[in-house]
């Protein structure tokens, strides 16, 4: 399997704190990871490194054979790179219909003179959007909700709304920030499945943080362990349920879900 991302040496500080510290690790192509550790390891700053947000110390990170750490979080996005937000940012008052249309808008090919004249070419186009909707709202379990506004869905369907509107963008890596963060374990159950769906549907490598860990542990083919941002560990599941220095620091927590 061919590496999608790669984190090579990467160093974030705030000030005198190190909130990621010589960070190595690797995503394969198709795959789904998990990035775990306890509150402050530093997993979503890594998320912001990714994806532009925050510049990076020192360091490389490295998506599909081209450095990109320190450009701008739009490149970064347009090269392929797609995430949702610990906080659910949605537009509230928008349907979830209308939530993803905007986001599926992002790739269309006509023209503003295409769309003001409405020819050929927006029509098409316009059906195509439709098209696209639809699918993104049935693969996420959302047609029966498509004309309720965002901010009056259940906490766990907004999430699902989320996800659905990053994966309009089209990404080849989506990285989600705690997704079942405030789920039931029966919401919980069914974004694993959905997850795991959209891997497949949508040849996708994905990159998850969550403390949930039925969920880490149901569908990742590889877990990233981090404390105090450093590498405590990498492994699969059972290396890293097993992994005594995994539990200490970790597993043995009562706060983390299971
Ligand atoms: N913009 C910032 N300025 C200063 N310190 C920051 C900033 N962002 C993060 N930090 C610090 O970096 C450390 C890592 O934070 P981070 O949010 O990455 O942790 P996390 O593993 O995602 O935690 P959680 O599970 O609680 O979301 C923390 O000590 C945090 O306070």
Same mark, same amino acid.
């Given at each position: 399997m061919t590496t999608i991302l790669e984190l090579k040496n990467v160093t974030k500080q705030f000030g005198g704190l190190?909130?990621? %510290?010589d960070m190595n690790f690797q995503v394969k192509k198709d795959s789904i990871s998990g990035l775990i550790g306890p509150n402050g390891a530093g997993k979503t700053t890594i998320f912001n490194l990714i994806t532009g947000i925050y510049n990076v110390t020192e360091g490389d990170i490295i998506f599909e054979n081209n450095k990109?750490?320190?450009?701008e979080p739009y490149k970064i996005a347009d090269m392929g790179i797609t995430r949702t937000f610990q906080n659910i940012r949605l537009? &509230? &008052?928008?349907t979830t219909y209308e939530n993803i249309l905007t986001a599926c808008h992002y790739n269309t090919d006509y023209s503003v003179l295409d769309a003001v004249i409405r020819n050929k070419k927006f029509k098409s186009g316009e059906k195509k959007l439709v098209q696209q909707v639809q699918a993104l709202l049935e693969i996420m379990e959302l047609t029966d909700r498509k004309d309720v506004v965002a901010a009056n869905l259940p906490y766990g369907l907004q999430r699902r709304l989320e996800i659905a509107r990053a994966l309009a963008l089209q990404p080849k890596l989506l990285l989600l920030d705690e997704?079942?963060? %405030?789920?039931n374990p029966d919401e919980t159950i069914k974004l694993m499945r959905l997850i795991q769906q959209i891997r497949d549907e949508f040849n996708l490598t994905l990159l998850v943080i969550e403390h949930h860990m039925d969920l880490i542990m149901g569908i990742c083919d590889k877990v990233v362990v981090l404390n105090f941002g450093k590498k405590l560990a990498e492994g699969t599941t059972q290396e890293i349920q097993t992994n005594p220095k995994v539990i200490e620091a970790y597993l043995g927590e009562e706060d983390v879900i299971c």
């Open positions: 190190t909130a990621v %510290g990109i750490q320190n450009m537009f &509230k &008052k928008l997704p079942a963060a %405030g789920m």
